[in-house]
């Protein structure tokens, strides 16, 4: 079965602080899709990246970056030099590329950056 | 470009009522989901649907119908509604299935008293 765990559940830092949020996951499929999505204190979920299981590269864009292990089975997002802005809940999720067509979340770490 | 759009935003419901979150999208997206969002237990989901004419469950579908007979419309129905069933509901969907990233709508929060 599927399962994504974020084991903090909120991390509070100081603005321009590097933080990291954590995201471990279980599959037994060889093929599968790891997403991060953030959600601002508006309310709206929006889509930050997509990996999948035969890609390990990390990957930047900005101030944000993704650590993709499989031998941690772990999707970690990094933030540097936070901003007030990332303040949001941040929420890792894992799909199986075999049968179902289900899209399982973690259950969401809550950032915030203080000023 | 609208995205997804759900309506109502808020609902109040009393017990036994029954209604119809809508949620349309206009990117021509076969696969739409409904999620519902609780404090602390991240999005689960309800139902979903690869196509129209096809829907399928997800985690938690009990209290809730759903059907999908056009591409760009995918209701969500509470049959008789219940004080558990208060919550964030949110509509997504994808271009190409579980496997993209999803486009979500601003969410309906209902409360049911």
């Known amino acids: 079965a599927q399962k994504v765990t974020q084991a903090q559940t909120e991390i509070s830092v100081v603005e321009k602080e590097d933080v990291t949020l954590d995201c471990v996951y279980e599959?037994?499929?060889?093929?599968?899709?790891l997403f991060w999505y953030k959600q601002p204190p508006s309310g709206e979920l929006v889509f930050l990246i997509r990996?999948?299981?035969?890609?390990?590269q990390n990957e930047i864009s900005g101030r944000y970056s993704w650590n993709f292990q499989k031998s941690t089975s772990s999707f970690n997002f990094t933030i540097t030099a936070s901003q007030v802005v990332d303040s949001a809940v941040y929420f890792c999720a894992l799909s199986e590329a075999s049968g179902t067509y289900k899209y399982i979340f973690g259950t969401g770490t809550r950032l915030k950056v203080l000023a | 470009n609208a995205g997804v759009t759900q309506t109502p935003k808020f609902q109040v419901l009393k017990t036994g009522q029954s209604m119809t979150l809508q949620c349309a999208q206009d990117m021509n997206h076969e696969y739409m989901s409904w999620y519902r969002q609780d404090p602390g237990m991240g999005l689960r989901l309800i139902h979903y649907?690869?196509?129209?004419?096809?829907?399928d469950q997800g985690e938690v579908p009990n209290g809730y119908n759903v059907s999908r007979s056009t591409t760009e419309d995918f209701p969500l129905r509470l049959l008789s509604a219940a004080p558990s069933q208060t919550s964030v509901y949110f509509c997504?969907?994808?271009?190409?299935?579980?496997?993209?990233?999803?486009?979500f709508g601003s969410g309906t929060r209902l409360t049911v008293v």
């Open positions: 997504a969907s994808s271009y190409s299935g579980h496997n993209y990233g999803y486009t």
């Open positions: 649907s690869v196509g129209a004419g096809i829907t």
């Open positions: 599959t037994r499929d060889t093929t599968y899709y």
């Open positions: 990996r999948n299981s035969f890609d390990e």
